[in-house]
């Protein structure tokens, strides 16, 4: 007879998306993975230089893992990587986006709790993030993806208001209703309406059926990837009761045309100047 | 968080510094208890000398006004020591990596420590880290190079990044320590980063005069 309590281990799929220091030399990872949700565990010794797991259990890695599970921090080992996402390491702005989209998809996941298609949507949108010249976009098609994986699908052929069907007109959209607004039935005393123009709502319905390749491949002017970034962020907003951290340094790297020399100057240390 | 989660049965005093210990890095609630009961086994006077070391270095420690490094005055010993190559920074993300690269007694320039990295997922922007700092110090001339030392991952590499396309406008060098393989280290276990990394940064084998067969 084996004793009553065996560990379980099982080996699974898994992309890192936050790692901090345990420890003298022990790295805490977690991971996204398809059957277990997230998934925390303790690497032994990942940041010493001789260590097998280290180099491989670094932010936005596909990788295949062994976990050990236990009453607290799983035991992580025989790391190998599926995907190191290069492009994304070398460049900035990629790795911002990359960033943006490994924290959405930790906030979106619980533990034990499987989601394949999320697993699935966050290595498409990583691989395409990776090479695509229309990273916006695929962002774009990253939000609008996982609020429909996750039950919050916009609402954007019937007023949320008055539930009449919309005309091809300019109109609003309101996050705490989860969808488009008829411009004539706009409700009394509402603050955060958001303006959606005919094109805009076009590229917000076109999201919403288009597949990863079909979505990159589609150019917007300025104004409409204005309009479209408020919309899907505050309904992520909205649904996940915050923003994102790692929104102001995707923000800050985009606006930066030619990598500006000066640090941004809208933080609280300029009291000092 | 309660004491009692920790230490459910402990008097309170003893509960307190439990949870005191708990909270240091790398410290679980196993460890803080052992600390704690070793500290009240210990004699008065260490255990006063203890506590006094903990007060001295909250008091007297800050950060050198120059290189943010910890120290025991506005200028830190390293900035204050003019034998030192001034022409050089080293920038670092951790006091303790100053230590780490004095110890290889191999580079005798200046340092500069960020006090962290840029983490998005965990909001850590550059404005957070002592980069307006650094620029200052480049402003009269004397600096011809900066050498990235932050730590060879994700993070780490995107710090370096920023920091040259900040610095790279002002005409200064920016270097980075080279990545490869660690010594003693297979590559049957090596990531594909630090594979890649190791063949970009390869170096000639030099030549040996001695001992070839003919
Ligand atoms: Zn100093």
């Known amino acids: 007879m084996t004793s009553k309590r065996r560990p379980v281990t099982y080996t699974t799929d898994g992309v890192v998306v936050r790692t901090s220091n345990l420890g003298e030399a022990d790295r805490i990872i977690t991971l996204i993975t398809p059957i277990h949700g997230i998934v925390r565990g303790v690497a032994k010794a990942a940041r010493k230089p001789g260590s097998k797991m280290g180099g491989h259990l670094d932010l936005l890695k596909h990788v295949s893992v062994s976990v050990r599970e236990t009453r607290t921090l799983h035991g992580l080992s025989q790391v190998s990587t599926v995907n190191g996402y290069r492009g994304l390491r070398d460049d900035l702005d990629r790795f911002s986006r990359g960033s943006y989209i490994s924290e959405m998809a930790e906030r979106f996941s619980v533990e034990n709790g499987a989601n394949q298609p999320l697993f699935r949507l966050l290595l498409d949108v990583l691989s395409t993030l990776e090479v695509s010249d229309n990273p916006e976009m695929a962002i774009h098609f990253y939000e609008m993806r996982l609020l429909q994986l996750s039950g919050f699908a916009p609402e954007l052929s019937r007023c949320v208001e008055s539930g009449v069907e919309l005309e091809p007109a300019n109109h609003l959209y309101s996050a705490d209703r989860g969808g488009l607004v008829n411009n004539e039935s706009r409700p009394v005393g509402e603050t955060a309406l958001l303006p959606a123009s005919l094109n805009t709502i076009k590229l917000l319905r076109f999201l919403s059926r288009a597949d990863i390749a079909q979505a990159t491949a589609m150019k917007s002017g300025e104004d409409e990837n204005r309009q479209l970034s408020r919309i899907l962020r505050a309904q992520i907003h909205h649904v996940l009761d915050r923003g994102l951290r790692s929104e102001a340094f995707m923000d800050e790297v985009r606006t930066r045309p030619g990598h500006g020399n000066g640090i941004g100057r809208t933080t609280s240390d300029s009291s000092n100047e | ?214």
């Open chain 2, 1 to 214: 968080m309660p004491s009692s989660d920790i230490a459910p049965s402990a008097a309170p005093p003893v509960a307190r510094l439990i949870e005191a210990f708990h909270r240091l890095p790398g410290i679980g609630p196993k460890s803080a208890q052992r600390l704690t009961y070793h500290l009240i086994r210990m004699p008065q006077d260490e255990a006063e000398e203890f506590a006094a070391a903990i007060l001295g270095v909250k008091e007297r420690v800050v950060l050198c006004d120059t290189c943010a490094n910890i120290a025991e005055a506005v200028e830190c010993t390293i900035c204050g020591d003019l034998q030192r190559d001034s022409t050089r920074i080293c920038v670092v993300e951790e006091p303790l990596d100053v230590v780490a690269v004095e110890r290889a007694r191999v580079y005798s320039g200046k340092y500069h420590v960020l006090h962290g990295v840029i983490s998005p997922v965990n909001g850590v922007g550059p404005n957070d880290l002592k980069l307006r700092e650094l620029l200052e110090r480049l402003r009269d001339g004397t600096v011809v190079e900066v050498i990235v030392a932050t730590n060879p991952n994700l993070e780490g590499e995107a710090t370096a990044m920023y920091i040259q396309q900040l610095i790279g406008p002002l005409g200064v060098k920016v270097t980075r320590l080279a990545r490869g393989l660690p010594s003693g280290s297979d590559i049957e276990y090596a990531d594909d980063s630090t594979l890649a990394h190791a063949l970009e940064s390869r170096a000639e084998i030099p030549q040996r005069q001695t001992g070839t067969p003919e």
